[in-house]
C-alpha cells in the first residue's frame, strides 16, 4: 500500500485561472490546453483583423496574452513548443484599456463647450491610443533587442543602431505633424512618446488646469503612426515584412462604459464614440497591422461606426469574429461540440501536473466521477423507504393501478414513466387503455422519456424532500455549458470535498454524494457572483424569480406535457423591435452567466425565427431546477418578458397560458377530471 | 505633525474655530450626514450639501424620502448659510469640481471637507482639489461614524459599475505590479476587481482595518474570504480611524527608498479614514485608484450619528498632510 500522504496529491484545480501562471511557462504549458486552439480560434493568430467575443471565464484574456512577448519569451527559454499555430511566434504588442486608463476618459471639460467637447474627445482619445500603442511597440522592440530568444523566432534584427536610425526617420514623419522632428535616437523619441501621453493623464487627473492649444491642434490619426512604424521597421531591415505586427486591445466595452449609464439610447454618447475609434483601426484593412480586438457579447455590436463617418465597419470584410462562447457552446449537433473533449483535455493536464506520484490513467476526471444513473438516483431518494414513490391513484382503473404497482416493484423508473403517461393522457381528457400495457409501452419511447427524465427526477426529488443529486461527468459538462470557469471551480470544489470526506485512497471513483455537495456550493456561489457584477442585484432577482416560477410551472405541470418549459422564447422580430432595456438586459444576462441566449428553431407553423434563454446550468442546482434542456421553451411575448425584467419585479409565471392555449382545443380543461370515462360520455 | 482627532477636540486647537470656517459636504439618506451641521452650526460660515441622486432604483423612493428629511433639517438649522445643489452620482469631474467653487464663493479661506456621505468618486477628487486650490489656507476633512452597531446587516450597496480609475486618479500606463486593497464590510465589486487584475504576476496586499469595532469583525472576515485570504505576509493592519497611519504605512513601504514597489495600484473599500490616507497616499505619489462605483445605495445603509472624527490636512497654508506621505525607510517604522 503506498504511504497515505504521499499519495494525497494537492487540489490540481486550485489556481483556476491559467493567466495567473504566465510568468512560469512550465506551468502554463501544463495547464494551458491547445485545444482551444483550433479551427476557428486559430485564426486568432493569422494576419487580419478579428474580434474576439467571450464572456466572463471563457479564456478570452488567456488567449490575447498569448501575444506577449514574454509570454513566448518564456516558452522558448524553457525549449517548450509555443501554443501557436504552426508553433509559429507572432510580432505582438497590446494595451488593457482598463489598466491603461482608458476607462475614466472623457469625463472633464477640454474647451467648454458641451458640443465642441464631444467632438474632440474622440480625437483626443485617438492620439491618446496611438501614442500607447506605440510606445509599447518600442517596449516589445527594446525586450527584443536585449539577446530574446523570440527575436531570432521572428527573424527580426534588433540593434541599437538600426534602432536610432529608425527612430530617427519615424520622427521626421507627417503622421507627427513635425512634433517629433527633435527625436535623435530610439530613447529619445520614446521619452517624447512617454511625455505626450503623461501630459494628458496630468490633464486628466486635474494635475494641470488646461491642455495646452498645441496638443489639441496636433492630434494623430487613428492607426496612422503604428502603421508607419510597421513600415519602418520593414524599411530598417528590423522586423520583415512577412511579419505582421499584431495588436491586440483587451477589454473594449471599457469604452462603452464611459457613459453608458447616463446614454444607453443616445447614438451620440461619448462612450459609443470612443467605440467608433477603435472600430477605425478595423476600418483600415492594413494587411502589415493586424488589430485582435478582446470584447465581451454585449459590448460588441452597439456601435459599429467608424470615426468621422457613417460607414459601419462590416465582418467579413473588414474583421473576423471569433466567439469563444459560440465555440464552446453545444450546438444541435452534439458531435461537434469542443467543449467536453477541452475540458477533459483541460483537468488532465492538471491532475497530471498536480500528481506526479500518481498514474495518469488512474486519475482521469472523467472516469472519476461515479456515474449516478436515474434508477440509482431513485433508490437514494427513497432511501429506507422503498415505497415511498408507489404510485396510489385509487380512483384511475384497476388494471392500472395493479399494472403500475407491480412495475414499480420491478422498476420504480418505468413506473413513474408510466404513472406520468397515464396523468398526461387523462388531462388530456382521454380515457387511459383498458389493459395496462406490458409490451411497447407508450412511455417507453426513447425521446418521450429523454425530455421527460431530468424534470421527472426533479420532482422526486422534491417529493421525497431531497436536494436533487449529480454523478458523473456528463452532469458536470452539462452545468459548465460553454464556460472552462465554472468547469474549474466545480472539479476544485469536487475534489477538495472528497479529499475531506477521506477519499485518499479512493481516488479512482469519486461517490454522487460528493458531486453534489461540490455542484451545490459551485451553484449557490455562482448565484451570490450575480450580485458582483453592474447591474447584478437586479440581474440575481431576476434569476431567483424565473427559478422559482419555472420550479412551480414544472411542479404543477402534473403530466410534464411541457418539459421545456426551463426556458423561454421569444420571436426575433418582436424582440428586435423591443426597447434597448429590454435587450439590454437579456444580452447582458447572458454575458452575466445568469442566462443562455440560444437561436430556436421553432415548430410553430408560422416559422418565425425566435431566441430562447435558458438560466445558467450552474444555477439550477440552486434553485432546484433541470440544467437539461429539453425541446419546446416557453413560448412568451415580449410584453410578458418585459413586465418580468421590470424593475417592479414581480412574480414570474408561465404555467396558465400554455395550459390553456393547450386546453383550448379542448374545452380549457386546466384540471384533471375526477372521473374522466364518465366526463367524456357527458360531453358526447 | 498629524493633527485628527473627535472633531470637536481638534477645533478647539484650530485657530479657524474664531474666524468660522466653510463646509463642503452632502445631504443623503443616513442622518450621520448631517454630524457636523447639528454639532457645529455656530462655526458654519456657509455650506454647500451637495444633493447627489443615484439612478433610479427600487430604493429610489426611500432614499427620496429620507434624504428630503435631512434637508429640510440643515435648512432648519443653517437657514440662509446653506445651499443644496443637486449632483448626479455618475457626474462628470467638471461636475464634482464645481461644487467646491460653490462651497469657496464668498471668499472661504477655511474648509471642512465632510466625506461622511459623499461617494468616493466624489471624495478623492474633492479632496485632491482642496489641497491643491492656492486660495485655501486650512482644508480640514471630516467622518462621522453612525451610532454604534447599525450598520444594515443587509448588502450596503448593489449594482457595482465595472472597474474604473477614480476621477483624477487614473493610471498612465497599464503595468502596476502591485494592487493594494483595503477592505471593508460590503466585498461587493472586489471580486470582479480582482478579477480584472489577475492577468499579471501581480502582488496583491490588503489593508486590514482595526478595531473592526464590534459586532463588524465577523462581517470583516466574511468580505476577506470572499476575495481569498492571501496569507498573512500579504496583510497589514492599519488603523479604522488613523487616515495619517494609513498613509504613512503605504508610503514606507511603497515610495522611496527601500520600498517594494513604486508602482501600486489602489483599491479603497474600506472604511472612509483609510480610503482619506490612501488618498493621500495617491495625490503625493500619483498612483492610480480603482474602483467598481455601486449604482444603489441601501437607505438603511446605517442610523443615528456617532462621533465625527477630524483630520486637519492643511493649517494656515502649512501642508500637513505631506508629512504622512513622506517617503521614510519601511525599517523605520518597524
Known amino acids: 500500500m503506498m504511504n497515505e500522504s504521499r499519495e494525497r496529491p ?147 534584427h534588433v540593434t541599437e543602431a538600426a534602432l536610432d536610425e529608425f527612430a530617427q526617420w519615424l520622427g ?25 501621453i503623461l501630459l494628458y493623464r496630468e490633464f486628466f487627473n486635474w494635475n494641470r488646469a488646461t491642455l495646452p492649444t498645441e496638443v489639441l491642434e496636433s492630434c494623430t490619426e487613428i492607426g496612422v503612426p503604428l502603421a508607419v512604424c510597421r513600415e519602418g521597421l520593414g524599411r530598417h531591415g528590423i522586423v520583415g515584412a512577412e511579419q505582421s505586427l499584431m495588436v ?82 453545444r450546438k444541435e449537433n452534439s458531435k461537434s461540440w469542443v467543449f467536453p473533449a477541452f475540458v477533459e ?85 382521454e380515457d387511459l387503455p383498458k389493459s395496462f400495457p406490458k409490451r411497447n409501452a ?70 454522487p454524494e460528493v458531486q453534489s455537495q461540490g455542484i451545490r456550493i459551485v451553484s449557490e456561489s455562482w448565484y451570490a457572483k450575480q450580485s458582483e457584477f453592474p447591474g447584478g442585484s437586479r440581474r440575481q432577482d431576476f434569476v431567483r424569480r424565473l427559478g422559482i416560477g419555472i420550479r412551480r410551472a414544472l411542479l404543477e405541470d402534473r403530466g410534464l406535457s411541457y418539459p421545456g418549459h426551463n426556458g423561454f422564447s421569444v420571436a426575433m422580430d418582436e424582440y428586435e423591435n423591443s426597447s434597448a432595456e429590454i435587450r439590454d438586459f437579456l444580452e447582458d444576462a447572458a454575458d452575466f452567466g445568469a442566462l443562455m441566449a440560444l437561436p430556436h428553431t421553432t415548430k410553430e407553423r408560422d416559422g418565425r425565427p425566435r431566441r430562447k434563454f435558458y438560466l445558467f446550468p450552474v444555477l439550477c442546482p440552486t434553485l432546484e431546477i433541470p440544467a437539461v434542456r429539453t425541446k419546446e421553451p416557453y413560448y412568451a411575448t415580449i410584453e410578458e418578458v418585459a413586465s418580468w425584467t421590470s424593475e417592479t419585479r414581480p412574480t414570474i409565471s408561465f404555467r396558465r397560458k400554455a395550459l390553456v392555449r393547450r386546453a383550448g382545443k379542448r374545452g380549457r380543461e386546466t384540471q384533471m377530471p375526477l372521473f374522466p370515462s364518465q366526463r367524456r360520455k357527458g360531453k358526447r | 505633525m498629524r493633527p485628527w482627532g473627535p472633531l470637536a477636540w481638534l477645533l478647539e486647537r484650530l485657530p479657524i474655530v474664531r474666524s468660522g470656517f466653510g463646509l463642503l459636504g452632502s445631504v443623503a439618506a443616513e442622518e450621520r450626514c448631517l454630524g457636523v451641521v447639528i454639532g457645529h452650526a455656530a462655526l458654519l460660515q456657509r455650506a454647500t450639501l451637495l444633493r447627489i441622486e443615484d439612478p433610479p432604483s427600487h430604493f429610489s423612493d426611500r432614499q427620496k424620502e429620507k434624504t428630503d428629511v435631512h434637508e429640510q433639517k440643515a435648512r432648519e438649522v443653517l437657514g440662509q448659510r446653506v445651499v443644496v445643489p443637486p449632483r448626479h452620482l455618475l457626474a462628470k469631474d467638471d461636475d464634482i469640481a464645481s461644487g467646491l467653487e460653490e462651497a469657496l464663493s464668498g471668499g472661504v479661506q477655511s474648509l471642512v471637507l465632510d466625506i461622511t456621505c459623499l461617494p468616493k468618486r466624489y471624495s478623492f477628487l474633492l479632496v485632491k482639489l482642496a489641497l491643491q486650490h492656492p486660495g485655501l489656507r486650512t482644508v480640514v476633512v471630516i467622518y462621522s461614524q453612525p451610532a454604534p452597531g447599525s450598520y444594515t446587516d443587509e448588502h450596503l450597496a448593489e449594482d457595482p459599475q465595472a472597474v474604473a480609475a477614480l476621477p483624477g486618479f487614473s493610471p498612465a500606463f497599464g503595468e502596476q505590479d502591485t494592487l493594494v486593497v483595503a477592505v471593508g464590510f460590503e466585498a461587493l465589486g472586489l471580486p470582479q476587481l480582482l478579477g480584472e487584475y489577475r492577468d499579471r504576476q501581480r502582488d496583491c496586499v490588503i489593508l486590514l482595518p482595526f478595531p473592526p469595532g464590534q459586532p463588524y469583525s465577523r462581517r470583516l472576515w466574511q468580505s476577506i474570504m470572499a476575495v481569498g485570504y492571501p496569507g498573512e505576509s500579504s496583510v497589514r493592519r492599519v488603523s479604522a480611524g488613523d487616515a495619517f497611519g494609513t498613509a504613512t504605512l503605504l508610503s514606507a513601504e511603497w515610495s522611496g527608498q527601500g520600498a517594494r ?29 480603482v474602483y467598481t462605483q455601486p ?39 518597524s
Open chain 1, 442 to 511: 407508450p412511455w417507453s419511447g426513447e425521446w418521450w422519456k429523454k425530455e421527460r427524465q431530468d424534470a421527472l427526477l426533479m420532482r422526486i426529488a422534491s417529493e421525497c424532500r431531497q436536494r436533487r443529486l449529480y454523478g458523473g461527468w456528463d452532469d458536470i459538462v452539462t452545468l459548465s455549458a460553454y464556460n472552462v470557469l465554472v468547469f474549474l471551480s466545480l472539479c476544485r470544489e469536487i475534489w477538495d470535498i472528497h479529499d475531506r470526506a477521506g477519499g485518499t485512497l479512493k481516488w479512482r471513483s469519486i461517490e
Open chain 1, 345 to 429: 483535455d483541460v483537468a488532465r493536464r492538471r491532475i497530471e501536473r498536480f500528481t506526479p506520484r500518481l498514474s495518469v490513467e488512474d486519475l482521469n476526471m472523467k472516469s472519476m466521477l461515479r456515474e449516478l444513473t436515474p434508477e440509482v438516483a431513485i433508490e437514494r431518494y427513497c432511501g429506507e423507504k422503498p415505497d415511498r414513490l408507489m404510485p396510489a391513484h385509487e380512483d384511475w382503473p384497476r388494471a392500472w393501478q395493479v399494472g403500475l404497482r407491480s412495475l414499480y416493484k420491478k422498476d420504480k423508473l418505468s413506473a413513474k414513466f408510466a404513472e406520468l403517461w397515464a396523468m398526461q393522457t387523462l388531462l388530456r381528457g
Open chain 2, 295 to 333: 449604482l444603489v445605495y441601501h437607505p438603511d445603509y446605517t442610523t443615528g450619528i456617532g462621533t465625527t472624527w477630524g483630520y486637519c490636512l492643511k493649517l494656515n497654508s502649512v501642508e500637513l498632510w505631506r508629512s504622512a506621505t513622506e517617503s521614510v525607510a519601511a525599517t523605520q517604522l
Open chain 1, 172 to 196: 521626421r514623419q507627417d503622421c507627427w505633424f513635425g512634433r517629433m522632428r527633435s527625436a535623435d535616437s530610439f530613447t529619445g523619441l520614446r521619452e517624447q512618446i512617454k511625455s505626450r
Open chain 1, 248 to 329: 491586440t486591445i483587451d477589454q473594449y466595452e471599457t469604452l462603452l462604459h464611459t457613459d453608458y449609464e447616463q446614454r444607453k439610447s443616445d447614438p451620440n454618447a461619448l462612450g459609443r464614440a470612443f467605440c467608433r475609434v477603435v472600430n477605425s483601426l478595423l476600418a483600415r484593412r492594413d494587411s502589415s497591422v493586424s488589430f485582435k480586438v478582446g470584447v465581451r457579447p454585449y459590448a460588441w455590436g452597439r456601435e459599429l461606426r467608424a470615426l468621422g463617418t457613417d460607414a459601419r465597419v462590416e465582418c467579413g470584410r473588414d474583421y473576423q469574429v471569433v466567439n469563444l462562447d459560440e465555440i464552446l457552446r
Open chain 1, 10 to 156: 494537492m487540489n490540481p484545480f486550485q489556481t483556476l485561472y491559467v493567466t495567473e501562471t504566465l510568468t512560469d511557462p512550465d506551468a502554463y504549458w501544463n495547464l494551458f490546453s491547445p485545444k482551444i486552439i483550433s479551427g476557428e480560434t486559430g485564426r486568432l493568430f493569422l494576419a487580419g483583423n478579428v474580434v474576439l467575443i467571450g464572456s466572463n471565464g471563457t479564456g478570452k484574456t488567456m488567449l490575447l496574452r498569448l501575444f506577449s512577448c514574454e509570454v513566448q519569451e518564456a516558452f522558448l527559454r524553457h525549449h517548450k513548443q509555443l501554443p501557436l499555430p504552426g508553433e509559429k511566434a507572432v510580432f505582438g504588442v497590446g494595451v488593457n484599456l482598463i489598466h491603461s486608463g482608458f476607462g475614466s476618459l472623457g469625463r472633464r471639460s477640454l474647451v467648454g463647450g458641451k458640443i465642441e467637447d464631444e467632438m474632440r474627445w474622440p480625437i483626443l482619445v485617438a492620439d491618446l491610443l496611438n501614442h500607447h500603442l506605440c510606445f509599447e511597440l518600442m517596449r516589445v522592440l527594446e525586450f527584443l533587442g536585449n539577446g530574446s530568444l523570440l527575436a531570432t523566432a521572428l527573424g527580426a
Open chain 2, 261 to 289: 514597489s513604486n508602482s501600486i495600484v489602489l483599491a479603497p473599500y474600506g472604511p472612509k479614514p483609510v480610503s482619506l490616507g490612501m488618498c493621500l497616499h495617491a495625490i503625493r505619489h500619483g498612483c492610480p485608484v
